[in-house]
C-alpha cells in the first residue's frame, strides 16, 4: 500500500544542516499493524509526516499504492489525506465550539458529503468508537479518552485505508491510554485498514505486530 525508498530529511535550522532522517526504506501493507519507536527528536512525527504525504522528503521517493506521490498534484494529494489517509495527533485538534458529531463530520464536508449522509455517518462511527451516549456533548463536557475517541472517529469517517497515529496516548493516564490503543488495533482487524503508531511508549508498541525504532536517522 505504501512504499518508502531512500527517504531522506534534511532541515536547515540556524545556519545548521540537520539530517534527521538518512535513508529509510519501509513498507506497509493492508492490514498491518505496526510501532515506530524511537527517542524524542529522532525524526518520528517527521517520518509519519512523509508518509502520510503532510510533507515531502528531501531525497527518496514515496509511493502510495504504486503511484509516486512526488508526482502527483496537490488536489490529488488533498484528496488521499482526505479519503485514503486517516490522522490522529497527541493533541487532538478538535473543535472546542463543537459537539462530537459536528467535529466528526468535518472531513465528510469537505469532501462534497450531503450534511444528513454526513451526520449519520458521523453517528455510526462515534458508535463504533463507544460514544453512542456522547454524540451531542461538546469537547469540553468529554474526557481525554472520550476526545481521541472523537478524534479517531473524525479519521475515519471516509473510510480510510491507512491510519497514521502520533502519540496518540501521549496526553492519557495508562488505563485510558491502553483503552485507545485496543480501539486502534480492533478498527484494524475490524475495518482491515494498516496501522502505524508512531510513540515512545514501550507498553504500546508491544501491542503491535510489527515494531521499529528510529535510532541515528536510520531504521534498526
Do not use: W
Not at 110 to 124: H, L, N, V
Amino acid at each position: 500500500m505504501l512504499e518508502l525508498l531512500d527517504v531522506h530529511k534534511t532541515f536547515i535550522h540556524n545556519g545548521l544542516t540537520i539530517e534527521v532522517l538518512k535513508g529509510i526504506d519501509l513498507a506497509i501493507r493492508p492490514r498491518d499493524n505496526m510501532a515506530i519507536t524511537g527517542a524524542s527528536g529522532v525524526g518520528k512525527s517527521t517520518l509519519l509526516n512523509i508518509m502520510g504525504t503532510l510533507e515531502p522528503p528531501t531525497r527518496g521517493i514515496v509511493r502510495f499504492e504504486g503511484t509516486d506521490i512526488g508526482k502527483m498534484s496537490e488536489r490529488d494529494l488533498c484528496k488521499i489525506r482526505n479519503q485514503d489517509i486517516g490522522f490522529v495527533f497527541q493533541f487532538h485538534h478538535l473543535l472546542p465550539e463543537f459537539n462530537a458529531v459536528e467535529n466528526t463530520i468535518v472531513p465528510a464536508l469537505i469532501a462534497g458529503t450531503g450534511k444528513k449522509k454526513a451526520m449519520a455517518m458521523a453517528k455510526d462511527m462515534l458508535v463504533e468508537v463507544g460514544l453512542e451516549k456522547r454524540l451531542k456533548h461538546r469537547i469540553g463536557e468529554l474526557s481525554g479518552g472520550e476526545q481521541q475517541r472523537v478524534a479517531i472517529a473524525r479519521a475515519l469517517i471516509m473510510g480510510p485505508k491507512l491510519l497514521l497515529a502520533d502519540e496518540p496516548t501521549g496526553n492519557l493516564d495508562q488505563r485510558t491510554g491502553d483503552e485507545v490503543a485496543d480501539l486502534l488495533l480492533k478498527l484494524n482487524e475490524v475495518r482491515g485498514l494498516a496501522l502505524v503508531i508512531a510513540t515512545h511508549n514501550q507498553r504500546l508498541a508491544a501491542k503491535m505486530s510489527l515494531r521499529m525504532e528510529i535510532m541515528d536517522g536510520r531504521i534498526q
